[in-house]
């Protein structure tokens, strides 16, 4: 079955550093281009980071400088490096995918894990 599992989270605090991955695995053959989503508790969810097939990179201003998206091709996996975290990245991180599998192109969501920073 195909699917994007995110890890990596964890209760950290602030100012420390988390890596989250976001593994493809099943029948995806490439990651393509990646999102990194976070939702606080009681807000909306909102694009933090973001990866596109050519290799740009875009990210939102709460976390310019602190934050880096990458993506590792041999391992099928992309990376959100968090460092200098703040309590107001605590939440949930999602990494949202465009896929291949055989020669089609699908958007995936992975399941989340939880970033908790404490102060």
Aim: aromatic share 8%; proline share 1%; charged share 15%.
């Amino acid at each position: 079955q195909a699917q994007l599992t995110e890890s990596g989270g964890g209760l950290v605090q602030a100012g420390g550093s988390l890596r989250l991955s976001c593994a493809a695995s099943g029948s995806i053959s490439s990651i393509n281009a990646v999102d990194w989503y976070h939702q606080a508790p009681g807000k909306y969810r909102e694009l933090v980071a973001a990866l596109s097939s050519g290799g740009i990179t875009n990210y939102a201003d709460s976390v310019k400088g602190r934050f880096t998206i990458s993506r590792d091709n041999a391992k099928n996996t992309v990376y959100l490096q968090m460092n200098s975290l703040k309590a107001e990245d605590t939440g949930v991180y999602q990494c949202n995918g465009v896929v291949t599998i055989a020669t089609r192109t699908y958007s995936y969501w992975g399941q989340g894990t939880q970033v908790t920073v404490s102060s």
